[in-house]
């Protein structure tokens, strides 16, 4: 089966439903989690579920992204991943890195790709007016949030809803779809999914 890393950078919650969902027939199966900050949640919770982790902390590296990404590329090696799948991991990655793992690596962001592209997605639907917000699952291309979609779904943003009322709507979604959408790929299906 393929062997998937998963990169996180805190509570890991979208780790925990991609590992759970990778038994039985599934074609995949959890190879290592790391994380880019020390000590987060997400890190306690791989261990408990039995999976390797391994941290390489950004910071030591300062400006040096190549760096990082060359200690991040040796932890990767030893694991031998076919799939990364970042989860929640807030660094962005160089070119150089994204062409290493092209068409093998996949991001889920929590808006609908192509709007809201970078950070406080949530802050920016409300203020906009949208009427749907949601989340999207997409393969890393060297530009930030875009590359080719392979899932989304959709919810109704509430007239009184705040950026975590609105994220705590969505989370859920993102445990069904990443899953979802990870088991297609990983099995040849890069058809998008578009749920509910
Ligand atoms: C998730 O909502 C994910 O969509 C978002 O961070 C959260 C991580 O939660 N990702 C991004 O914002 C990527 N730029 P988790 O650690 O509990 O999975």
């Known amino acids: 089966s393929k ?3 998963i990169l996180i ?3 890991g919650s979208n780790m925990v439903s991609l590992a759970n969902s990778m038994t039985g027939d599934h074609p995949a199966r959890p ?3 790391v994380s880019n900050v020390p000590g987060v949640a997400g890190l306690q919770k791989a261990k408990d579920l039995g999976i390797a982790t391994a941290c390489v902390d950004h910071k030591p590296f300062g400006k040096d992204r190549d760096g990082f990404e060359k200690a991040l590329s040796e932890v990767l ?3 031998a991943p076919d799939i990364i799948c970042l989860a929640g991991f807030m660094r962005i990655l160089t070119p ?3 062409a290493d793992w092209e068409g093998r690596m996949l991001n889920i962001h929590p808006s609908l790709l192509p709007l809201y592209k970078g950070l406080n997605t949530h802050a920016r639907a409300i203020a906009a007016g949208d009427a749907e917000a949601g989340c999207t699952i997409h393969e890393v291309t060297a530009a930030l949030d875009d590359g080719p979609i392979l899932g989304q779904a959709r919810v109704a943003v509430a007239p009184d809803d705040t950026p975590d009322t609105l994220a705590a709507r969505i989370l859920p979604w993102e445990h069904r779809l990443y899953p979802a959408v990870l088991e297609r ?3 040849g299906d890069r058809t998008p999914l578009f749920l509910p």
Request: net charge positive; charged share 15%.
């Open 9 to 11: 950078s805190g509570s």
């Open 31 to 33: 190879c290592v989690v």
């Open 77 to 79: 090696r030893d694991h």
């Open 96 to 98: 150089g890195f994204v």
């Open 3 to 5: 062997r998937v890393a």
């Open 185 to 187: 790929f990983a099995a």
